[in-house]
């Protein structure tokens, strides 16, 4: 579990998990509206070395970019309740880290191996909170707490 006081700090806990990432590995992202799941996103994406600036997908749905690994970053919230709309293996499988806003809501259509990322609101500060799903995402989530 990991505590932020600020956005700087989330995105510091962000760049945490980034380091640790390797191809196909899949981030699952939960909080509400507002929590700081784009935030967080981008440390990840400092960590990947991407430059450009990360905004949030929730219109476009997927954002491509491209780093040391390439970063897929979704925001299912739209079409959570018709995933059949896009076509996930396309990013669990290619050569990058995928990172899922509302991803909980894709439900039996995500990967066996995945790492949950729960980002809840206390006060001005957020909480970070960690669940694998998978040998790969324990390996991982080993990493991220060093
Ligand atoms: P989400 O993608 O989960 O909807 P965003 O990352 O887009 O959330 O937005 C988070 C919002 O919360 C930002 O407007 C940010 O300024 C604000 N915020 C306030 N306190 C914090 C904090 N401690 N950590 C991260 N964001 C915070
Ligand atoms: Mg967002």
Known sequence: MFYS???AELMAIGSRIGQSLQA???LILTGDLGAGKT???KGIAKALGISQMIKSPTYTIIREYEGNLPLY???VYRIGDDPDSIDLDDFLFGDGVTVIEWGELLAENLPSDYLEVIIDKSSDGRQV????KGK???ELLESING
Do not use: Y
Not at 129 to 132: G, H, R, Y
């Open 39 to 41: 935030t967080i996103t």
């Open 129 to 132: 909170a960690f669940k694998a």
């Open 136 to 138: 790969r995402s324990k």
């Open 5 to 7: 006081h600020n956005e």
């Open 73 to 75: 970053h979704l925001d």
């Open 24 to 26: 196909q590995d899949v």
